[in-house]
C-alpha cells in the first residue's frame, strides 16, 4: 500500500525562524509532490508543488525532495503568525489521485 | 480563490436521511476528484472524473454513495442512508489537462445526527 507520514506535531517555531517540515513516502515511483496548507476549518491551499531532485523556492517556501530516500520537505523561512495552520504533503503516486500525510500542526509562536 | 465552488457548505442532517453536494469547477478543468477529510487526518480519495466518465472509485465509497458529472463541467456526490460515520469535511478538487495540481474547493462539512 502506498504511504505518505508526517509527523503530526505540534511543531512550535519562533516567529521570524525557520520552519521545517519533513514527509516520506513509500514507493520510489512517486512522480509528483505537493504541500497543501490548511487552516482550522477550511480546505487545503497549495503551497508549493515539486517534481525533480533539489531545491525548488517560491518567496519564503522552499521544497526540497529527494527520491533516492523518499524524502520530500518543506521549509519556512522569516516564519510568521498567520504561517500557523496544518501542512499536508501530498504525493502522486502515479495513479492519477493524490494520497496524503495526516499533516503536521505548525504553530508560530510571536 | 481557486474558483472550485462547493455547496452547500454546511449540511446537518439526521441518521437515515439522504444528501447530495454540488462542485462547481472551473471550465479549465477535464479532471474532477472527491476526497473524504476527519479531523485528524489527511483526505482521503473517493473518485475521479475526467470529462464525464467516472475512471476510478476508491473502496471507501460503499454502495451508498454516488456520483455524477453529467455534462462534464459540474458534479453531484449523494450519500444515501447517511450514518454517523459519514460525518466529515467532503472536498472537490479540480485539475486542468496540462498540469498535475489539483485545486479544492471550499468543502462541504456533513454533520450526521
Known amino acids: 500500500q502506498k504511504e505518505v507520514e508526517q509527523n503530526s506535531g505540534p511543531l512550535s517555531v519562533p516567529e521570524g525562524a525557520i520552519a521545517s517540515l519533513n514527509c516520506t513516502y513509500s514507493d520510489r515511483g512517486s512522480q509528483s509532490f505537493f504541500w497543501y496548507r490548511q487552516y482550522s476549518g477550511k480546505s487545503p491551499e497549495l503551497i508549493m508543488f515539486?517534481?525533480?531532485?533539489g531545491d525548488k523556492e517560491d518567496g519564503r517556501f522552499t521544497a526540497q525532495l529527494n527520491k533516492a530516500s523518499q524524502y520530500v520537505s518543506l521549509l519556512i523561512r522569516d516564519s510568521q503568525p498567520s504561517d500557523s495552520a496544518t501542512y499536508l504533503c501530498?504525493?502522486?503516486?502515479?495513479?492519477?489521485?493524490?494520497?496524503f500525510g495526516t499533516g503536521t500542526r505548525l504553530t508560530i509562536i510571536p | 480563490d481557486t474558483g472550485v465552488s462547493q455547496n452547500p457548505r454546511h449540511k446537518i442532517t439526521k441518521r437515515g436521511q439522504n444528501v447530495t453536494f454540488r462542485c462547481d469547477p472551473i471550465s479549465e478543468h477535464n479532471r474532477l476528484y472527491w476526497y473524504r477529510q476527519t479531523l485528524g487526518q489527511g483526505p482521503e480519495f473517493l473518485t475521479y472524473f475526467q470529462n464525464e466518465a467516472q475512471l476510478e472509485k476508491s473502496r471507501l465509497l460503499s454502495d451508498r454513495f454516488s456520483a455524477e458529472r453529467p455534462k462534464g463541467s459540474f458534479s453531484t456526490l449523494e450519500i444515501q442512508r447517511t450514518e454517523q460515520g459519514d460525518s466529515a469535511m467532503y472536498l472537490c478538487a479540480g485539475r486542468g489537462l496540462d498540469t498535475d495540481t489539483q485545486y479544492f474547493g471550499p468543502g462541504t462539512r456533513l454533520t450526521v445526527l
Open positions: 501530498a504525493v502522486n503516486f502515479g495513479n492519477e489521485k493524490l494520497t
Open positions: 515539486i517534481y525533480s531532485n
